[in-house]
């Protein structure tokens, strides 16, 4: 079997400027990748060019030995934010029906397979006991659910999960941990799920994509994250701090370069 995600030599330029470049990587079917750097590393500029909304300037990317325009039927993305949604009036399972129909946002028909499909991911991240309820009124862990539902629609091989903890608590982050170690589980779907804190998913991750200074090392945790590595990566003196059984990215002078506090806000390197 081909490999989940194959990186080739890739370059990915925004308005000229190239944000990755040289980039090489290969995940295998059901591993769990937590995908980390700094803000402006280029983590999300990665995920459009996997699901091929936006195309490398340079190199290749394959999902299971295919461009990603052919294999978008493999690949699940359960993009930033909640996409303008707040103030919907529809349902949650309204919402996943649509997507699974393909239509544009409003009160979908459904057929018969459709119902069992959209039954089928609701029951699989744990979203079925509020389904009925209007996404604007969920908690944000429960809105979290129904967007990972939504990205389980058809089965895929593949799960694309762009910072799915961004603005949830502590306690709402390590259910939604649960629920896609869940969906992996059951499904085998390989993950790759991008976040600032890696601290949360340490004993969940199989392995480590870790982007800065317009690169990315992928590894085992121990072999990426550490003072020698980062400091190649970042091209400037990096420190790893252990504490407990928390990890610290920080520069020599004592700032924080990949932590995410419970604010949700992320402390940058200058």
Known sequence: MPAALQI??????????????????????????????????????????????????????????????????????????????ELTALSARALVEAVCQGEGWGVPWSSQN????????????????????????????????????????????????????????????????????????RTNATILFVAHDMNPLLHVMDRVLYMAGGGAILGHLDDVVNSESLSHLYGFPIEVVRAGERVFVVSREGNVAELACHDGHTHDLP
Do not use: W
């Open 114 to 185: 459709t119902k069992k499909e959209v039954e089928r991911v609701l029951q699989l991240t744990g979203a079925i006991e509020y389904a009925d309820r209007p996404f604007a009124l969920l908690s944000g862990g429960e809105r979290q659910r129904v967007m990972l539902a939504q990205a389980l629609l058809g089965q895929p091989k593949i799960l694309v999960l762009d910072e799915p903890l961004a603005s949830l608590d502590p306690k709402n982050q390590a259910l939604l941990i649960e629920c896609v170690t869940e969906v992996k589980r």
């Open 8 to 85: 080739s030599d890739l370059r990915l330029t925004l308005g000229g400027t190239d944000i990755l470049h040289g980039v090489n990587a290969e995940i295998e079917a059901g591993e769990f990748v937590g995908i980390f750097g700094p803000n402006g590393a280029g983590k999300t500029t990665l995920v459009r060019a996997i699901v091929n909304t936006l195309r490398p300037s340079g190199g290749t990317i394959k999902i299971f030995g295919e461009a990603p325009g052919k294999a978008c039927h493999q690949i699940g993305y359960m993009p930033q934010g909640n996409s303008g949604l």
